[in-house]
Structures are given as C-alpha cells and as structure tokens.
C-alpha cells in the first residue's frame, strides 16, 4: 500500500508561482512513475505532468514551459513548480503513483486546492 500525501496548494495572483510537494509511503519509491493531474469544475481530469524512474519528464502541453515535475528519492517526494500561473490553471491538483511496469496510475493522493485570481 502506497499513501501519498499532497501539500503546498493555495491562492496566488495571477503571475505568480507555487510549488506542491507529495510525499509517498513505500521501501521502492526509486521505482514508481509519478505524476500529477488537475481537476477543474465541470471538467474531466488531466494529466499536467509525470516522471519516470529514470527521470524522463513529460508535460501537458498548456503547461509546457512553465511548469517543472521533479523528485528527490531521498525523501520519496516529488514536486510541481508551477511558474507564470494564470486563472485557468485553477483545479484541485492530484498526485499519483504508478508502482507497476505498465497500466494506470493506481495509488492517489487526497488533492490539494490551487485557485489562481485574475
């Protein structure tokens, strides 16, 4: 069982920046493929960024550019540094684990509200 715990959320001006954090339970977390997805209100979750074992990154293409997925195995956290944020980047951010080779992501954190004001 994998817990993951998101933290770092909250209210910034259009512009500005946040970093989230998620911590993970777990002996391998070297291992996971790790990722964060969004959800804004009345919309369909999406993939905003994700990092292998290896440390390829891929990124959302609204998110390109401005947006950085890192991870630290040492503390079995991974980050999202989110710079330049506009208004639509308002969701609730999830943090997710893949723990196997392939297949979906199977273990979820609880969310963390990111609310940019115009």
């Known amino acids: 069982q994998v817990q993951l715990v998101e933290s770092g959320g909250g209210l910034v001006q259009a512009g500005g920046s946040l970093r989230l954090s998620c911590a993970a339970s777990g002996r391998t977390f070297s291992s996971y493929t790790m990722a964060w997805f969004r959800q804004a209100p009345g919309k369909e979750r999406e993939l905003v960024a994700a990092?292998?074992?290896?440390?390829?990154?891929n990124y959302a293409v609204s998110v390109k550019g401005r947006f950085s997925i890192s991870r630290d195995n040492a503390k079995n956290t991974v980050y999202l540094q989110m710079n330049s944020l506009k208004p639509e980047d308002t969701a609730v951010y999830y943090c997710a684990a893949r723990t196997r080779l392939t297949g979906d992501y199977n273990y979820w954190g609880q969310g963390t509200q990111v609310t940019v004001s115009s």
């Open positions: 990092i292998t074992s290896g440390g390829s990154t």
